[in-house]
């Protein structure tokens, strides 16, 4: 029996919100205005506006319940301020207090390294700032739970905001090839 879903990756350039439907006044970019996609297709997850990169869309609402568990790994690659110490990323593997909904709260354990070279799918992004400002360093993490603007917050806590984010990789599915804007369709998501 054919799969009557659809199943879609697209890499999320920076500036859109990952929802089709925006009803307050001002205007917002979607993703209906990068493909079309079919109707009921839904984001499974979300990055928030000024994030990137790796996002999985269905029109299957079961694909995405099993997908957004919290037994799937997420990978971010965060370019943040400054040289970030061992100690910080040290603090962030072990998990550090930050505020959800007006609670504290402590993240889970999670994977942290720096890293010293970019995947080319990755891009050269915005343009955050130049050296005269500062260096920026970057940072892969790699959670299984995912609040709202998290990675964000996490760096932040441990003294290094976050500059740019992009998510790489979903479970086994990981933004390959994929330039910012562009889209990919599969027959299903092996996470």
């Given at each position: 029996?054919?799969?009557?879903?659809?199943?879609?990756?697209?890499?999320?350039?920076?500036g859109y919100l990952s929802q089709f439907i925006y009803e307050k006044k001002r205007h917002k970019k979607?993703?209906?205005?990068l493909y079309p996609f079919p109707e009921g297709t839904m984001a499974i997850g979300r990055l928030d506006e000024d994030s990137e990169g790796l996002l999985l869309l269905t029109t299957d609402g079961m694909m995405?319940?099993?997908?957004?568990?919290?037994?799937?790994?997420?990978?971010?690659?965060?370019?943040?301020?400054g040289w970030i110490t061992e100690e910080a990323i040290t603090q962030l593997k072990a998990g550090v207090e930050i505020g959800f909904k007006g609670?504290?709260?402590?993240?889970?354990?999670?994977?942290?390294?720096?890293?010293?070279?970019?995947?080319d799918c990755i891009g050269e992004g915005r343009r955050i700032r130049d050296a005269?400002?500062?260096?920026?360093?970057?940072?892969?993490?790699?959670?299984?739970?995912?609040?709202?603007?998290?990675?964000?917050?996490?760096?932040?806590?441990?003294?290094?905001?976050?500059?740019r984010l992009v998510r790489i990789r979903v479970?086994?599915?990981?933004l390959q090839n994929l330039k910012a804007g562009e889209v990919s369709e599969v027959d299903t998501f092996n996470v």
């Amino acid at each position: 029996m054919e799969n009557p879903h659809r199943h879609f990756l697209l890499h999320k350039p920076h500036g859109y919100l990952s929802q089709f439907i925006y009803e307050k006044k001002r205007h917002k970019k979607l993703l209906g205005e990068l493909y079309p996609f079919p109707e009921g297709t839904m984001a499974i997850g979300r990055l928030d506006e000024d994030s990137e990169g790796l996002l999985l869309l269905t029109t299957d609402g079961m694909m995405s319940e099993t997908v957004r568990s919290q037994t799937v790994e997420k990978e971010y690659y965060a370019q943040v301020d400054g040289w970030i110490t061992e100690e910080a990323i040290t603090q962030l593997k072990a998990g550090v207090e930050i505020g959800f909904k007006g609670i504290r709260y402590t993240t889970k354990e999670c994977k942290a390294q720096r890293i010293t070279e970019l995947l080319d799918c990755i891009g050269e992004g915005r343009r955050i700032r130049d050296a005269r400002h500062g260096p920026t360093s970057w940072i892969s993490i790699t959670l299984t739970e995912g609040k709202f603007r998290q990675v964000r917050k996490m760096t932040a806590a441990v003294g290094f905001p976050t500059l740019r984010l992009v998510r790489i990789r979903v479970g086994n599915i990981s933004l390959q090839n994929l330039k910012a804007g562009e889209v990919s369709e599969v027959d299903t998501f092996n996470v």
